[in-house]
């Protein structure tokens, strides 16, 4: 019986890796087929801004034309960061330097990244882990919402739900309030400089405030700092590039406001 059982789990292996394509593929080979065997993760695919976006984020341009490294390969960052902005854009450069992407930097040639991401208990978690948590090809699930009475964005439970696979509950819920606040500071300082801009456009004209729009363009980038420094925990992305740079657009801005001010009491 024993003989019969090991003879059957052979077989089983031997047809399972038939059944995996040699060579180079495609983006719409990888769909028919995985669309038989996990119907699921080609809907969850489908439904992300991967595949709704031009050019699509296509499987290939994640797991690369080899099925044998296929898995491995969307595991590491490199498979990101290239078409989000690179190393240097505030979405990626936010993480690198966070304490996750520290770790991960110095400790990534020591990882199997064979292994899948659940079971492979890395020490520190990449784009893959967190954004794609449990193979989930949605990676808009990961995004954070908007509170529907301020419009500002805020950092929901749901989205640091997968920080509990390290840390403890609490902590997390700590971090999250901590990062809402922090948020909601940048957004006053922002909503701010934005009504001294509207009330000015009723007696300069848009040359005239072209300096201050500028800066307030500038002012939502800061802005947009702050969230990315909260969601990854980055200290450079909530302070440095974060609160004192708007603290510093604000007051650019007051300033060419007050020139327009004291210019028109020259005339």
């Known amino acids: 019986?024993?003989?019969?059982?090991?003879?059957?789990?052979?077989?089983?292996?031997?047809?399972?890796?038939?059944?995996?394509?040699?060579?180079?593929f495609n983006s719409n080979q990888c769909i028919d087929c995985h669309q038989k065997n996990n119907s699921a993760l080609i809907t969850d695919w489908k439904k992300s801004r991967h595949a709704q976006t031009k050019p699509t984020a296509s499987c290939i341009g994640c797991h690369g034309k080899q099925h044998s490294n296929a898995a491995a390969s969307s595991r590491k960052n490199k498979s990101c960061i290239n078409c989000h902005g690179g190393k240097q854009s505030p979405l990626v450069h936010s993480y690198l330097n966070s304490k996750h992407g520290a770790i991960l930097r110095m400790e990534q040639h020591t990882y199997d990244w064979q292994q899948p991401l659940a079971n492979a208990n890395y020490r520190a978690p990449g784009c893959a882990y967190c954004h794609m948590h449990q193979g989930n090809h949605d990676a808009d699930i990961q995004q954070n919402k908007k509170n529907k009475q301020s419009g500002n964005k805020i950092i929901s439970g749901a989205n640091f739900a997968v920080c509990r696979d390290c840390h403890s509950p609490r902590y997390i819920n700590r971090l999250r309030e901590n990062g809402n606040r922090m948020i909601n500071v940048a957004q006053m300082k922002f909503n701010e400089a934005s009504k001294l801009i509207s009330t000015a456009k009723q007696s300069y004209t848009k040359k005239q405030l072209q300096p201050a729009l500028d800066q307030l363009n500038t002012m939502n980038k800061h802005l947009n700092n702050v969230y990315l420094g909260a969601v990854h925990q980055s200290p450079d992305y909530q302070w440095w590039h974060g609160q004192p740079a708007l603290d510093g657009d604000l007051l650019k801005i007051k300033g060419v406001l007050g020139d327009l001010e004291r210019m028109e009491k020259l005339k």
């Open 1 to 24: 019986m024993r003989t019969i059982s090991l003879a059957i789990l052979l077989l089983f292996a031997i047809n399972s890796q038939a059944a995996a394509p040699t060579g180079s």
